[in-house]
């Protein structure tokens, strides 16, 4: 199933393999296509739906000049320019879209949100579930860096906000099936990930955007995260996944439509029969690729519409005292060559 490359290509892809065994993630599904190292890129899957990767994540335009939408939202409020010029390039210039669609609301999906809201004052949908963490009614649960996957999960997750978000503009309620104003899209509920987490699904043509259902490139790997962005089917990114059980099904829904063409909150776009039979066996697999340990992986969280209602205990995360130990040790040297550069200071004016 694996294709073949050359040169550059396949010691990048054993490389990060290499890299990813090392941080304790499991294994690779797929790889497809060649590394992409451009840090922005708009990438066309069909006549009328684009991806503008965006750093480490996507966001997308979907629609002709006439009337467009725009599905999430960036990681970061300078975002805001980059996709209101990447928008005029594709659909001209003073044409907002007719709204602003959210797969879900952590900060990588929801960063330019404000910004754009307060350009082009149009409206915002999201699923109920997800809207305590935009109008600052709640934060999302902490991350989970004991479910290993690479330097992202285990280093990177602790910093990451997790709210919560102040947006002071009304959120509408997106609702499973038919998008009227998109004709032809259907909403798919695909949660686990997140609470209300959705997908958007169009029959026509197979195209499916997943969101972080599941993703087009190991997320959980800084190496492919920043640099490669080596397209493959892989889990929700694990550090955010906060019911395992339900992401599972979730992920088993999206196969089953069969996509053609799939993109996702995280990688490149990807389509044709390597990827169907990478997302079928990722669907039909999935228990393999839930975390060993991890602290929604015994017992998820549970939430209702005014955010978490349980949230289970945190569990021994074997990083936390190697990092605790090199702030120690950082701070101990610096104390020192402090004290040692001030005596010999002293020691050159006696
Ligand atoms: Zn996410
Ligand atoms: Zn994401």
């Known amino acids: 199933m694996q294709a073949q490359f050359s040169g550059k290509a396949e010691l990048l892809i054993l490389l990060n393999r290499t890299l990813s065994h090392l941080s304790f993630m499991p294994s690779t599904i797929l790889s497809i296509a060649k590394p992409d190292f451009a840090l922005t890129a708009l990438s066309r899957m069909a006549s009328d739906v684009f991806q503008l990767r965006i750093g480490f994540v996507n966001v997308f335009f979907i629609g002709k000049k006439s009337k467009w939408f725009l599905i999430d939202a960036g990681f970061a409020p300078v975002n805001a320019n980059l996709i209101v010029r990447t928008a005029a390039s594709v659909f001209g210039k003073s044409n907002p879209p007719q709204a602003i669609l959210l797969t879900h609301a952590h900060f990588d999906h929801v960063g330019a949100l404000e910004s754009l809201v307060n350009k082009w004052q149009v409206p915002v949908f999201a699923h109920p579930l997800e809207v305590p963490y935009l109008n600052g009614g709640a934060s999302y649960p902490p991350a989970d860096p004991a479910v290993g996957g690479g330097a992202m999960s285990v280093v990177f997750s602790r910093f990451f906000p997790v709210g919560p978000f102040t947006l002071n503009y009304p959120v509408q309620n997106l609702k499973e099936g038919p998008f009227g104003p998109m004709p032809g899209w259907d909403v798919i509920d695909s949660p686990g990930h997140s609470p209300g987490h959705v997908s958007f699904y169009r029959k026509k043509d197979g195209v499916l955007l997943s969101g972080d259902a599941f993703i087009t490139m190991n997320q959980e790997s800084f190496f492919s995260s920043a640099l490669t962005h080596l397209p493959e089917i892989h889990r929700p990114p694990a550090y955010f996944t906060q019911d395992w059980e339900k992401a599972m099904a979730s992920v088993r829904t999206l196969a089953a439509l069969k996509p053609l063409t799939v993109a996702s909150g995280h990688g490149q776009p990807m389509k044709g029969k390597p990827m169907q039979n990478a997302l079928h066996k990722l669907a039909a697999n999935f228990k393999d690729f839930i975390p060993a340990r991890g602290r929604y992986v015994k017992q998820p969280a549970i939430f209702d519409e005014t955010g978490p209602v ?23 040297i610096s104390l020192l060559s402090q004290t040692l550069s001030r005596s010999s200071a002293s020691e050159k004016r006696v």
């Not at 205990?313 to 040790?329: K, N």
């Open 310 to 332: 349980f949230v289970p205990p945190r569990v021994w995360d074997p990083i936390f005292p190697w990092l605790g130990g090199i702030a120690l040790a950082t701070l101990v």
